[in-house]
């Protein structure tokens, strides 16, 4: 209890607002962006954390509830994560009873894995508290406000999917 | 060249689009502030590997051109990931004269990370590319749509902040 290894949530959760409301108001969007997912996480984990559930292994339940079945190699793709990483969670998540890893008749050279049904049923679970984060994220916003933000997301995520593609000149000087 | 461990990055922004265009346009905001971050990183990883930086990299150099001098937790703090994830960069950045570990006469027991001037000029290099991604990423939006989208994120962070400091009662039914 007395020394952690992790940052005080109420610390960073400070250090953030203070970076927004006095030191670089009018920096990067994409930083600003990235603070926010952050600051989601931050309190989907504290609420996960009551349940005993690490967001880690979150990230990887939210991928599976909506299709499991899927190798490893898949299951990193989808998370955005490299491959040690998703096999050391899916070694905990399986000794937590919650996934196994099988092998299919057609293809005996890849490992799939599967949500048994206490993995299953942990989505009902989970999903409200992430709800609930969301309810309150945005309770300080007006409903045009966050329709508008939600366009804004949009934009820029069609911006730069173009821009990867490669599909799009420059905008720029 | 063949068979990459890595997602396609083309692969990936289509996928998320289509999320947000047709399978699950409602999906929770949580949801789309995260796929804006990654789209942000997305193409910063692009441009960062065209001068051999990787993404990773990015995210200490970041913190170090702010302040340098910090001890590995710190600087894990900042980052936001675990010591080890940041001793195997710091240790490749050290290795190609970005960084140095030094221990300070007053304090033998910690390790700090300093800059290099290589590292320090880097920074004139780098933080255009983010810039230039900032740009792209916003030019399908009125100056007058990102400033709401800003007002909402900060709103959120705000909220956020006062979740995890038990400094509020939950906006829930």
């Known amino acids: 209890m007395s020394i952690s290894s992790k940052p005080d949530p109420r610390t960073e959760a400070q250090s953030i607002l203070l970076h927004w ?6 920096d ?14 931050r309190s989907l984990q504290m609420r996960l ?16 509830w909506e299709r499991d079945g899927l190798t490893q190699k898949q299951l990193s793709d989808e998370v955005g994560v490299m491959e040690p ?15 196994e890893r099988r092998q299919l008749a057609e293809n ?26 969301n309810r309150l994220a945005v309770a300080g916003s007006s409903a045009e406000e966050i329709a508008t933000a939600r ?10 999917a173009l821009d990867v593609s490669g599909e799009t000149s420059l905008v720029d000087e």
Do not use: C
């Open 21 to 26: 409301r006095e030191a670089v108001p009018n």
């Open 108 to 133: 005996r050279k890849n490992v799939y894995v599967f949500l048994t049904e206490a993995g299953r049923v942990l989505k009902a679970k989970l999903v409200p508290l992430a709800e609930q984060v």
């Open 49 to 64: 954390a009551d349940h005993d559930v690490p967001f880690g292994h979150w990230t990887f339940l939210r991928v599976l």
């Open 85 to 99: 990483t998703t096999f050391a969670a899916v070694k905990a998540m399986e000794s937590r009873g919650w996934v």
């Open 151 to 160: 366009r804004v997301l949009l934009a820029i995520i069609t911006q730069l």
């Open 28 to 41: 990067r969007f994409a930083h600003l962006v990235k603070d926010a997912t952050r600051s989601f996480q």
